[in-house]
């Protein structure tokens, strides 16, 4: 079996590493989120494909979610102590490693898809993980606060400030002009099963269908499309994807989630919501979507939607909700 997946950092990749015990023979193609990539001290950061790659790897802080386990701060440390920031951005000395090599072959002209895979040679996460675009495409959140309305990068928004100050809008800078990475749509094109895990619909998959053509390539693959609900109960399960589903006029629940990713086919004038990520109100991207049971009741006109727990409490809970999307999905 194929199956391709559109994936952010935390959710996405621990719904993989379900998806990897419950289909231990798939052919597995992540496309990842590079909407939250920064430059700082001149290296260059990917936090979801490192996410996904250090989790599906065996080398995730199991505590944090992000970053490396038994890591150590020395170098920011350090860097405080000189008076050199950012200090909202929890830079680890083993992180780093990944940073510098990431950056040096970049500098060498090597593409961000070559970078990630030869990344991934170390830490065998047992999928082929790709990034959405080669090109570079940065996540800004725009605010007013005391400094007036500005533009600021998403990482400072959501570690900085934790999204405390109201985003008036988010904006893919320089989706328009990006391409889908080398495999990204012939992996859409080819799939058994696409799904789109729990991530941030906005600053995750929505990031990754702004680059042109892959939103299309979603719409017009032969096999289902899954989508699993990052909202329980009017809640995000993690983070403050409420914070950016307001941004875009998107209410905080499952089935307006659902209907803002829209079914196939089907335009839901009850989507839509400001531009941004993700935020056109045509969505036309599920056959199934996969709520939570106490979401039970959820409709997502022209799409089939079902209900199970949808908490990841452990490897066991995470395959049964992987296998609840297959089921929707009829594979």
Known sequence: MKVTALAGGIGGARFLRGVKAALPDADVTVIGNTGDDIILHRLNISPD???????LGGGISAERGWGREDETFTVAA?????????????????????????TQMLLAGYSLSDVT????????????LIPMSDDRVETHV????????????????????????????????GASDAKPAPGVLDALAEADVVLLPPSNPVVSIGSIL?????????????????????IIGGSPVRGMADACLRAIGVETSAE????HYG????????????????????????????????????????????????????????VAIVRAALEL???
């Open 49 to 55: 494909l490192d996410t996904v790659m250090y989790t």
């Open 78 to 102: 350090e860097l405080a102590e000189y008076g050199v920031g950012p200090a909202w951005f929890g830079l680890g000395d083993r992180d780093l490693a990944t940073h510098l090599v990431r």
């Open 117 to 128: 895979a030869a990344l991934c040679q170390r830490w065998r996460p047992g999928v082929r």
């Open 142 to 173: 725009v605010i007013t606060d005391e400094q007036g309305r500005r533009a600021i990068h998403f990482q400072e928004w959501w570690l900085r400030l934790r999204a405390a100050v109201p985003a008036e809008a988010i904006v893919s800078v």
């Open 210 to 230: 702004s680059v042109p053509g892959i939103r299309d390539a979603v719409r017009e693959t032969p096999a289902p499309v899954i989508g699993v609900s990052p």
């Open 256 to 259: 307006a989630v659902g209907r």
């Open 263 to 318: 079914a196939r086919g089907k335009d839901d004038p009850g989507s839509r919501g400001k531009d941004g990520p993700g935020a056109r109100g045509e969505g036309g991207l599920l056959d199934g979507w996969l709520v939570d049971a106490a979401d039970a009741g959820v409709t997502v006109p022209g799409a089939r939607v079902s209900a199970r727990p949808l908490l990841m409490t452990d490897l066991d809970a995470t």
């Open 329 to 331: 999905a009829g594979v």
